[in-house]
Nanobody, 123 residues
Framework: QLVESGGGLVRPGGSLRLSCAAS????????IAWFRQVPGKEREGVSF????????YYADFVKGRFTTFRDNAKNTVDLQMHSLKPEDTAFYYC??????????????????WGQGTQVTVSS
């Protein structure tokens, strides 16, 4: 089971750190993605941390602003978000899969999903 936390209301240009915590599974054995979705729009991939190839993939719209961190001691994978924009407002989810590497990560099947956390960027 995955549980996200850290969402909230932030002003444009501000920062938030989301956390994806796991119970019943060890995240260090999984490749972890962050997705986001706005009502009425398709879900879009934000980042994918692959332990399979050791790379972290980011969507173009967050490159240079968002960073994914893994903390194996806490069994969490965090998404640090800086320079937030109103268009970053969305429900953010984490998801876990195994043994995947490559640019197709937003379209593969994931084994576990969290329930999501709302991020609102507004002045």
């Amino acid at each position: 089971q995955l549980v996200e936390s850290g969402g909230g209301l932030v002003r444009p240009g501000g920062s938030l750190r989301l956390s994806c915590a796991a119970s019943g599974l060890s995240l260090d054995q999984y490749d972890i993605a962050w997705f986001r979705q706005v009502p009425g729009k398709e879900r879009e991939g934000v980042s994918f941390r692959s332990d399979t190839d050791g790379l972290t993939y980011y969507a173009d719209f967050v490159k240079g602003r968002f960073t994914t961190f893994r903390d194996n001691a806490k069994n969490t994978v965090d998404l640090q978000m800086h320079s937030l924009k109103p268009e970053d407002t969305a429900f953010y989810y984490c998801a876990a899969t195994k043994f995947y590497a490559g640019e197709g990560w937003p379209r593969i099947l994931y084994d576990y999903w969290g329930q999501g956390t709302q991020v609102t960027v507004s002045s």
